[in-house]
């Protein structure tokens, strides 16, 4: 399933060095590049995003201090918590002391070697059989769950990913 690349705009360098790096790794991937149809009202964006979003496991949101002045980065970011993907940040000129008190739940991706750690961990998160005997949810949610191709759930994804970086 698609890693959602979420970015400003001014940051679109690394996003697309990001997205390159992905793709060689054999992993799809989805990053808006302001297509047609995301020129449209507010209301036509949103259901974009929501949209890929649900069409996406995992989101990598490219971090700095023009995100600031972006909305629909912290839209992103909520539509993907909502939809249990799993995700992490990619710091891009900016320190932990610098992020938003919410942002420091997850993984944080400081530099383009770093890269390789998200790659591995999707790539173990996808491809293994699942092991249900250890999900604590309902039936609907397992079913969700096996749909996905999921083999942890998304806080292991996180601890894991954390952990592999050293956080």
Known sequence: MPVFISYRHTDREYAFKIDQRLKVAGIKTYLDVLDEESRQGAEEITDIITKRMSECTHLLAIISDDTSKSWWVPFEIGEATYADNRIATFQLNILDHQLPSYLKKWPKIKNLN????????YNKDMKYTPTMESFSGNEADRRIYKSRGYTTTADEFHRVLKQNLGQ
């Not at 770093?114 to 961990?121: G, H």
């Open 114 to 121: 770093q890269i390789d750690l998200f790659i591995s961990s």
